[in-house]
């Protein structure tokens, strides 16, 4: 069988003519192109079947050429490759019809595979479904890594699903962006999002929480009480951390899962769910079910569609961008004219990081706000590596607060305009550990501390 033609598009040209070399020596017919406008022209002449093309090119990128190669005709299979994915470029990729989206720097044999499979693709193609909405803008999600790549990559496709979503990853990695970029680029996204702490609904109140109630369900109900199910119609509801949901709650998800149906507290009429479920956990699900404390029938409900984030320590590349957005963003909250002298950054971008993104953006935040003008250095940088918040935020703490630390608690809950749950994420403590704290202060001086929670 004659090996399809294939045209590599790149500025560079050391990396265009290895790939040639690599895959002539495979028998394949490659064409080589450094320009975005010559590149464009061969894509015109529509004799190329599949086409690898770089998404920077110069003035050119690579989804111009994705959207010639559809003008020209002939059904070519495009294959994406960046040093600098995200998720825009990713859905803008997968909507337009791009064949794969492959992260620099790549081995040769990567690239071989995705070939190979366009190939079969291209013996047998399937015509994916049209897509007409351009996509918008994504949140805070950072990343540049392959392991991110493929993590957009399951976020643009799950967007377009209504299947149930299973997202798994460590404390702080991310999963709730994640649902809300799919939620964003789903068919929903101009319905509500609506996030739930499965492990704060009790058992009891499951019904009435999520389900709703109706008038005279239980002493009290003086009138009908939506829950979160219709609440959420015509959009998502994103349980986090399902595997906390209580044992005897976990039937009545598994209903809803399967039948699509919910009956609120008090009713004996059941209603149609319009929702899209997202779930989310930090644990090991299948380890749950070994252990009998979480049911199997509910587990593989839940477990279609699954999304595993990695932790930062798989993906350190990623690292010193994430510290240059939360550096940014947290200056700019503040006001606070401060900048990282080169140690200090290498430190934040050489750091374990355990508690993964949001144990980094915390640390920067909370350095920012408390930090005098001028440079951090690695001196100044060092308190906040080192404090050890997790296991003291689990004591009561008894001693007075010092005058420095009551006036670093006020000065941030000034400037986070009082809200105490921005505040205890700036400061890097839990928000009851803020209360305690703010509870002491009133006692010292005799006065309440204001705020919003």
């Known amino acids: 069988m004659e090996k399809p033609s294939i045209l590599v598009i790149d500025d560079e040209e050391s990396i265009t003519t290895n790939i040639a070399a690599f895959l002539r020596a495979r028998g394949y017919d490659v064409t080589a192109v450094n320009d975005g406008e010559d590149a464009l022209q061969a894509v015109h002449e529509g ?3 599949i086409i690898v093309t770089d998404i920077y090119i110069d003035r050119v990128t690579g989804l111009d050429v994705l959207e010639q190669a559809k003008q020209a005709g002939g059904n070519p299979a495009v294959i994406l490759m960046t040093a600098r994915g995200s998720v825009r470029t990713t859905v803008e990729a997968e909507i337009h019809g791009a064949f794969d989206y492959v992260a620099k720097p790549f081995e040769m044999r990567t690239l071989l595979a995705v070939i190979e499979r366009a190939e079969a693709y291209l013996a047998k193609p399937e015509t994916p479904p049209e ?3 351009e996509p918008e803008a994504f949140g ?7 392991a991110m790549v493929e993590v957009y990559k399951k976020i ?3 967007a377009r699903s209504e299947d149930i979503v299973l997202i798994a990853g460590e404390t702080g990695v991310g999963k709730e962006l994640v649902a809300r970029a799919i939620h964003d680029h789903s068919a929903r996204a101009k319905g509500p999002f609506l996030p739930v702490d499965a492990g704060a609904v009790a058992a009891s109140l499951w019904e009435s929480e999520i389900f709703g109630s109706t008038r005279g369900a239980f002493t009290g109900a003086d009138r009908d009480r939506p829950g979160v199910i219709e609440s959420a119609r015509g959009g998502t509801v994103f349980f986090d951390e399902i595997g906390e949901i209580p044992l005897e709650a976990q039937p009545k998800l598994l209903r809803l899962l399967q039948e699509k149906e919910y009956r609120p507290l008090g009713s004996g009429v059941p209603r149609k769910a319009d929702i899209r479920i997202i779930a989310a ?4 699900l299948e380890t749950m079910v070994r252990d009998r404390t979480f049911r199997e029938d509910l587990f593989y409900r839940l477990n279609v569609l699954r999304i595993d984030i990695p932790p930062l320590r798989e993906r350190r590349s990623d690292i010193p ?9 947290a200056t700019a909250a503040a006001q606070r004219r401060v900048w990282l002298e080169p140690g200090a950054e290498r430190m934040l971008n050489d750091s374990a990081w ?4 949001r144990q980094l953006k915390g640390t920067i935040q909370r350095m920012v706000a408390l930090s005098v003008p001028g440079p951090i250095s690695e001196e100044a940088l060092r308190p906040f590596l080192l404090q050890q918040t997790q296991e003291a935020e689990e004591e009561e703490p008894t001693e007075e607060l010092n005058e420095m630390e009551r006036r670093q608690i006020l000065r941030v809950l000034q400037e986070a305009g009082g809200n105490k749950t921005k505040a205890a994420e700036i400061l890097g403590i839990q928000r009851r550990t803020l209360y305690k704290k703010l509870a002491r202060i009133e006692r010292q001086r005799g006065t309440p501390a204001e705020g919003n929670s």
């Open 354 to 357: 355990p508690g993964n993104v």
């Open 47 to 49: 004799r190329f079947s």
């Open 140 to 146: 805070n999600i950072v990343g540049f890594s392959p």
């Open 281 to 284: 956990t930090n644990r090991s």
């Open 131 to 133: 897509q007409d909405d």
């Open 321 to 329: 961008f994430l510290v240059k957005r939360f550096f940014n963003e």
């Open 156 to 158: 643009a496709r799950s």
